[in-house]
Each structure stands twice: as C-alpha cells, then as structure tokens.
C-alpha cells in the first residue's frame, strides 16, 4: 500500500466521461418484493422458455421460515447504503458541489458497446490483474486487513448511534448506515470471487462421467466463498447502483500463450481459453444482481441472479441470498441448479466477522445426481466457526456416496461409500487465480471501479466525510435519474441481461452464440 505522502493523481482524471441523454425509454422493471422470488429457470439460450432437459428451479424448495420479511435498500423514494447520520460542519450533505443539481446518469450513446484498445500496446496496457490500477486502488485479490480492524472500535459511539435506530426484526431500508464499515469494492465486483478457482470451475466439463461431473460442480462451488473474505474483519462493499457494470477474465494455468481472440461474450478482446465474468445489476426494487461466466474453450458457463434481503438480528445483520444459478456443460447438455447460502455480519460492536448459514442444494435433472448442502452457523456456547457438511446422492438413492465435512474457509474431507477418505478440498493450500481488470481510463462511466473510484480513494486515504460525500453524490444522481424517468413516463432498460420468466439471463449466452453458428 503506498504511503500517503505519495502524490496521486486526480480520481476525476482516470475515467472516460460520456454525455448521455437525459432520459430513455427502456424495458420492465421488477415493481415490488410481494412474495415473488426471481429464480433463474433458464439456460440462457435466449427469450424462449427453458429446454426440457433443465429441471425449473421452482421444483427446488426454500423454506419459507427462511426469508426474511424485509429487503435491504429497496426504498421507492430514498437510496440508503452507507451515509453518515450526522449533519456537522463536515456532514456530506453540507460539502456537497454547490455548483447545481446532480447530473443524470443515462445510458451511453453507443449503448452497452465495449470500448476496446486500438492497438496490441494499448490492449496489453489496458489489461490489469487488479494490481494496477494506478496507485490509486488496493490491489482487489491481494487485500488485507489494512488495520481495519481498528476502525470500528473507533467509531464505536457511531455503531451504538445505529443500534439506536433499530429494534429486533427491522426493515433495514431506512437505517443510515455509518460509511468507514464499507469495503472498498462494489458487490458486483465480490460476486466475481465465485471464480477464483476458474481451473476448478472448467474442469468440470473435462469429466467422463455425470458421478465425476457432479463431484466436480460440488468441490467448484464449496471452493468458491473462501476468497470473498481475505481479511478478519468484515467490511459491506458498495451497493450497486442500477444499471451497474463489472467485467474481468482469469487466465488460466498453461494457456498463457493462447492468443485465439474470444470475439464474443462478457470480454470479447481475450483469448477463447479464458474465462470471462460480467455482472450487472439489473433492478434497485428489489436490489438484484445478474452475473455470467463462461470459458469457450471447455464450453462451459453459468448463469446467476441474486436478490439480497435482510434483517437486523440484535447483534448482528443478516442477509439472505434468494437466487440461483445454473452450470451449463454444453457438450453434454447438462444443466446444475444451484442455491447459495445466507450471510451473517456479527460482533457488529466488536470486530465484525462474516460466517455463513442455511442449507443449499445443487441438482442435475438430466443425470438425476444432486447434493445437499448445509452451512452451520456457530452456537451460542461451544461449537466451531464456519462449518459445513455436505452428501451427494446417485440418482434415486437415498444413502450419499460422498459425505463431506469441515470448514467452508479451510479443509474438507470426503467420506466415500467405498470407505476410502480424503482432503476434499484445501482452501488454504489453493492458490487463487487473480482477476484482470481493465484500467480506469479505458473503462466506461458505468463500470464498477471507474463508478465508485472517487468514494474508493477517499476510503482508501482514510477521508471518511470526502468519501461520503463522492457516495451521496452518486446516491443524487440516481435519484435525479429515476425522477427524470418517473416524469418522462419511462423505465429502466438493462444493458446485458433479459428478465425470462423469474430469471435474468444474459443476453448472449456461449449456449446461443454457438447454436446461431451452426444455422
């Protein structure tokens, strides 16, 4: 982390601006929370209902005891995430620009085109690994605790003024959160680290057999929440705003020197043996956010939305993750429905920590394989942090053939039905893979990092008002945007994603690029 003495350049002049229309006419938006869960039933082939060989993720059951009765963020007139409740000298809402209202935020003259580099330097220059960014950004895969861990014992008189405002049960909505508990990344930025084991996650498709595949869509998705959480202490990153983007690929190990452009998909300027991830969030009420992956080489990809409430639970804040996603193998028209577990903040007047809890399940209808999962959250007295357990059955069977145990952030070990037992999985012995990113001056406006970068910078420097004031800014512009549209009689149009029944699916996914080349 660079020193503070370090001279930085102006965050204004690391992002491409664009002028965009004030307003537009655009496509449906989701209207409320009701008792409607957005699942994603589709493969992504397109509009058209889901293929047969695609069990509806309806047929997978949530508890209804599960949800939460309220949502967080999802206010009709007002947009709370992190700004301060107090209205000093230094309040944000006295150091906004008093130059005019905000500025509207609207789509780009040239849509949801990518800007690519003109030239192979430019191209390789624009390219960062999240350790780039100028010396403007944390390295995103190499952050620490950074003394963090102080900061809330610092601002504890802040905390106790939060706890104040809620009681037991209550909607979150309209709760102030204070700003210095933000992570300095967007959470569509945090939903990327599903991939940090991307050699993990493509060599699923390089199985023989369903049983293999199965075990394998199992070891990727219990790898994946380990690496959200490099720290100790728990930070919130940012909220999305509407119509949010974020792009990233991985190279993958030994296929460095595969130059063989992509052409199409998230990140059309890399090689067909990356994979590429985008996420966009695709409406405010309620709060959901769309993400797909794919690597085009092993012709594989997933499909996901997540739609976040929560609850304030005394001494802690839980967010459920009502959502699912859908593993796609192309070449053996293999579909595996999956659902993600709840998130807890706790000691919020401590040390905060995130663990995680809920049972989740993952369900291949074609081969009829599937597997039940449960993350336990830690007793009151006794017991272990982070544990989870896991069976996965043969089709029809009612006895597992694998049982797993241990800790979702370090071992776990498989029990076979033939007796024989392994490590299943070493988090801590897993390296992962980091993240490419394109650096701030060759992303658009409304691109996560070139988005938040002014609110990422203050945080970083530890200017906690400024930071709040770069986020209440932001805050106005939506504002400022959905008035435009509630006046002019129009809604919000998604950039990369569709809604298709209760799902929100990318819009061109590999399965329909490959399925139009053959026409």
Request: with cysteine; hydrophobic share 30%.
């Amino acid at each position: 982390m660079p020193s503070q003495a370090v001279t930085l350049p102006e965050p204004a002049q690391l992002c491409k601006s664009e002028q965009r229309p004030s307003s537009l006419p655009v496509g449906p938006v989701v209207a409320s929370l009701g008792n409607q869960t957005p699942t994603p039933n589709s493969t992504g082939s397109g509009q058209s209902a889901p293929s047969s060989s695609l069990t509806s993720p309806s047929h997978v059951n949530l508890s209804p005891n599960t949800v939460p009765d309220f949502s967080y963020s999802s206010s009709e007139d007002e947009f709370y995430d992190a700004d301060e409740f107090y209205q000093s000298s230094s309040s944000p809402k006295r150091c906004m620009d008093s130059s005019g209202p905000a500025a509207v935020l609207t789509r780009s003259s040239t849509g949801s085109s990518l800007k690519r580099p003109d030239t192979t330097e430019s191209l390789n220059s624009s390219m960062s690994n999240g350790t780039n960014d100028a010396d403007l950004f944390d390295p995103p895969d190499d952050r620490e605790d950074d003394g963090e861990g102080e900061s809330v014992e610092e601002h504890k008189s802040v905390i106790m003024h939060l706890l104040s405002q809620v009681r037991l049960g209550m909607d979150l909505t309209k709760v102030v959160l204070p700003t210095f508990i933000l992570e300095r990344r967007s959470l569509l930025e945090m939903y990327a680290d599903f991939f940090a084991h991307p050699d993990l996650f493509v060599s699923i498709s390089d199985q023989k057999d369903p049983k293999e595949r199965m075990v394998q869509v199992v070891k990727w998705y219990l790898s994946a929440f380990h690496a959200g959480r490099k720290g100790s202490v728990a930070k919130k990153p940012y909220n999305p705003i509407l119509g949010e983007i974020f792009r990233c690929h991985w190279v993958l190990p030994g296929t460095e020197d595969d130059m063989e452009p992509v052409s199409e998909g998230p990140v059309p300027w890399v090689s067909k043996s990356n994979v590429t991830f985008v996420a966009e969030q695709v409406s405010h009420h309620p709060p959901i956010s769309a993400f797909y992956a794919e690597c085009f080489s092993k012709r594989i990809q997933f499909n996901a939305h997540i739609w976040t409430k929560s609850k304030f639970l005394g001494m802690s804040i839980g967010v459920h993750n009502i959502g699912q996603g859908c593993v796609t193998c192309l070449d053996h028209d293999e579909h595996y429905i999956l659902t993600f577990p709840n998130g807890y903040g706790r000691s919020i007047l401590t040390v905060p920590w995130i663990e995680l809890g809920g049972e989740c399940s993952i369900n291949c209808s074609k081969t009829g394989y599937n597997a039940s999962i449960v993350f336990h959250t830690k007793p009151f007295y006794g017991g272990k942090k982070h544990r989870i357990t896991a069976e996965i059955f043969s089709p029809n069977d009612k006895k597992p053939f694998c049982s797993i145990e241990g800790e979702w952030n370090g071992v776990m070990y498989a029990k076979y039905s033939t007796g024989e037992n392994a490590v299943f999985i070493d988090t801590k012995k897993m390296p992962t893979i980091k993240k490419k990113v394109r650096k701030l001056e060759d992303q658009d406006d409304f691109e996560s990092r070139c988005l938040w970068k002014d609110v990422t910078y203050n945080l970083k420097i530890r200017d906690i008002d400024a930071a709040t004031a770069a986020k209440h800014a932001l805050e106005e512009r939506q504002r400022a945007e959905a008035r435009a549209r509630k006046e002019n009689e129009t809604s919000w149009e998604t950039r990369l994603f569709h809604e298709d029944g209760e799902c929100w699916v990318y819009d061109e996914p590999l399965l329909k690029r490959l399925a139009a080349s053959k026409h």
